[in-house]
């Protein structure tokens, strides 16, 4: 049973961003800012190999996350399902893809939207006057465009929709997961 949820996870994880809406599409992420503290923000899960084991999101090179993931990779995630009845948590390691072809690849395949995140001059979390100025087009955006890839080492997942609530857990141990029902 634990095997078969595991694979549902994974699949529930990487239905596509489209018609048929992710449930865990945002998730929070968590880094460790230059004193050691944790820092959560709402990211937009872009892509995910389940074969691989790895979630992908995009991010401004200029951001803090970019600069604490390269100065410490530890990350954790945590997800809720719309209804807000089912978590999945993760904690893994995080890097920048620095593959040009892959960059390049995802980069033609975002929105006019999403590249426009990157086409401004201003720094993720810097001052401005007012907020169309971190619209205002200076560049063409995907000199600041990064890939997170993150490969989860824990995840959790907690299901409050039945009666008998679930917790279950699975750990990658050596390239194998591992898992486990946990008290809720």
Known sequence: MLDDLFQLIWAQLAIPVGPTRNPFRLMQLSTLDEQGWPASRTVVLRDVDASAGTLYFYADRRSAKCAQITADPRVALTALSPCGLTQVRMEGLASLVEDIGQRQRCWSAARDKTQALFRHGAVPGQTIANPES????????????????????????????????RRARFRRHEGLWHSSWLAP
């Open 134 to 165: 971190a619209y205002a087009r200076s560049q063409d955006g995907f000199e600041h465009f990064a890939i997170i890839c993150i490969k989860p080492q824990a995840l959790e997942w907690l299901d409050l929709t039945q009666p008998v609530q």
